[in-house]
């Protein structure tokens, strides 16, 4: 049996060939970016036949799945490419079609996260755009070859390019309020953008730029923040979307700090097994709004373990996961990132950020469970029943794949390791984790006020800077609203006022008034015409 890790292919296809001038089109193939495609694949076939239930009736539905065809092709083809044109048409292919998807229902809130996910996701595609004409100085738009070469200043521009545009991609700071406007979209289209398509796009360009990359502290930085950023966030957030996509980002956040520390194997691990337990976490929401009158609050949504046995099931199962239970896919991926931040030498505020970072996880998984499990039913529930194929199957699908990755991925990629750790540092994460999370199961139900994740009346302050990122939604969007209102005044005034006179219009009115007064002469005054020709005739006549 042929098995090396290390083999990579390069297929060529002459597109066009005339003279010295050569178009070549160029696929990478090794054991990344097959094992990618596959999850991206599967992941999407279960999307897919999961939309077919949860919105096939809607009028506008094969215009949905041709929207989500496109979407995975232009992630297949970046994923393919190890060429920064082809990148780019992958890379700008994922944006157009996001924000085509972002509105896919067709109203203001739809369209303010629609305008605020393109816009953010245009700044990685200028720098992709910079880095293309600067890539060109060394002969080859190949970034495989270019990480061979000796890292130089001209390098070190091109390393800040592609670090731009992968943060603003993987929804990094200061970059991050795309991400939970995102989830306007439908849910499968969550269950796309913030596992294996979009999100991920970033992280897998960085991967690809490891050599280049090496250990960068600022990455860190950067990082750490959003990890603790988004964690505490999801512990103020009633939204059940929300809360998936704050956690979303504080596991990206996971996987650059890692990146950041040189260790690409470890973040692509993670990536592959967030991807599998992140999509379930979506579709397994999804299934929960569609049969509560579609409400998204979690406190309206209590006491839902009567109705959907099964999937609640799934969804502890993979909220597990996502915490790091023993034996599931988080467990393996999560532990070893762990480990090696406690082997490397992390500044003093840099560890407790990472610390508290990793146990928000704990907590906020738990508050969810709590909401959804014990809280009371306040919305009438009319559920179908777990009766439908369609959604049974691509979440059981997702559930056994998210069990077994894990262990799959260590026996297959990843060479034996023996970290040993004190048990005191090994099990701190849990114990603590574990004690705050006790403590959340302690809030009285309803949203009064015990312990420090609960939001109530007094503090409504709270509920506003840490349930929005901080106000970084704010910081994202009030900036542009004075030219916005530039631009109206400019609408009002010019457009519609002064250009109506001298421009295409009053140029218009002007011609139509003068060749009106011909065609006044020659049908109106049609008598005065020929008089006038006749006493014209009369003049010459006496004239000659």
């Known amino acids: 049996m042929f098995y090396e890790s290390d083999f990579t292919l390069f297929l060529e296809w002459d597109l066009f060939h005339s003279s010295s001038l050569r178009i070549v089109f160029t696929i990478l193939l090794d054991w990344m970016s097959l094992v990618f495609i596959g999850v991206v694949r599967f992941i999407s076939s279960m999307v897919i036949i999961y939309s077919y239930s949860y919105i096939g009736l809607d009028r506008n539905f094969y215009r949905f799945v041709t929207l989500v065809f496109l979407f995975v092709a232009s992630m297949i083809f970046m994923i393919l490419s190890p060429n920064i044109i082809s990148i780019l048409l992958g890379w700008d292919g994922l944006g157009l079609v996001s924000y085509a998807l972002v509105i896919y229902y067709q109203n203001s809130k739809s369209s303010r996260a629609g305008i605020l996910t393109v816009l953010s996701n245009r700044i990685g595609d200028v720098a992709i755009l910079v880095s293309i004409a600067w890539v060109f100085n060394y002969g080859t738009w190949d970034f495989f070859y270019l990480q061979q070469l000796t890292k130089t200043c001209d390098l070190f521009l091109l390393i800040i390019l592609i670090v731009i545009a992968g943060i603003t991609k993987r929804a990094q700071l200061p970059f991050s309020a795309w991400l939970p406007a995102a989830i306007a979209a439908p849910t499968p ?87 599998l337990f992140k999509s379930l976490l979506f579709l397994c929401a999804g299934f929960y709004i569609h049969s509560n009158l579609d409400s998204q609050d979690i406190r309206l949504l209590g006491k839902v373990s009567g109705s959907f046995p099964l999937t609640n099931l799934l969804f502890v199962g993979c909220s597990l996961s996502l915490c790091g239970f023993p034996f599931l896919a988080g467990f393996y991926s999560k532990d070893l990132i762990l480990e090696s931040y406690f082997f490397e030498e992390i500044n003093w505020l840099i560890y407790p950020l990472l610390f508290l970072g990793t146990i928000f996880t704990f907590t906020y998984s738990v508050r969810l469970i709590f909401y959804l499990y014990y809280g009371e039913i306040k919305v009438v529930n009319l559920s179908k029943g777990e009766h439908d194929f369609r959604i049974l199957a691509p979440i059981l699908g997702l559930f056994v794949f998210s069990v077994v990755v894990g262990v799959l991925f260590v026996w297959s990629f990843l060479p034996p390791l023996n970290i040993v750790l004190p048990g005191l540092i090994k099990g701190s994460v849990l114990l603590v984790g574990l004690s705050l999370s006790v403590l959340v199961l302690l809030i009285k139900r309803g949203g009064s006020s015990v312990g420090v994740f609960s939001i109530s009346s007094r503090r409504n302050f709270l509920k506003l800077f840490f349930g929005n990122i901080w106000g970084l939604p704010y910081l994202s969007t009030s900036p542009f609203n004075s030219v916005l209102s530039l631009g109206k005044y400019y609408v009002k005034s010019l457009d519609c006022g002064w250009l109506e006179y001298i421009g295409g219009q009053g140029l218009i009115g002007w011609f139509i008034g003068v060749s009106s007064i011909s065609d006044k002469w020659n049908i109106l005054r049609f008598k005065r015409y020929l008089f006038i020709i006749f006493i014209v005739f009369i003049s010459v006549c006496v004239l000659i």
């Open 189 to 275: 289209v969550s269950a796309l953008v913030h596992s294996s398509t979009l999100v991920t796009a970033g992280v897998y360009l960085l991967i690809r730029f490891n050599e280049l990359l090496g250990v960068n502290y600022w990455l860190t930085i950067i990082s750490v923040t959003t990890l603790f950023i988004a964690g505490l966030s999801a512990n103020y957030e009633f939204d059940l979307k929300k809360i998936i996509a704050l956690s979303t980002l504080s596991q990206l956040g996971i996987m650059m700090v890692i990146l950041s520390f040189g260790k690409y194997e470890l973040a692509f691990f993670h990536l592959i097994s967030h991807a």
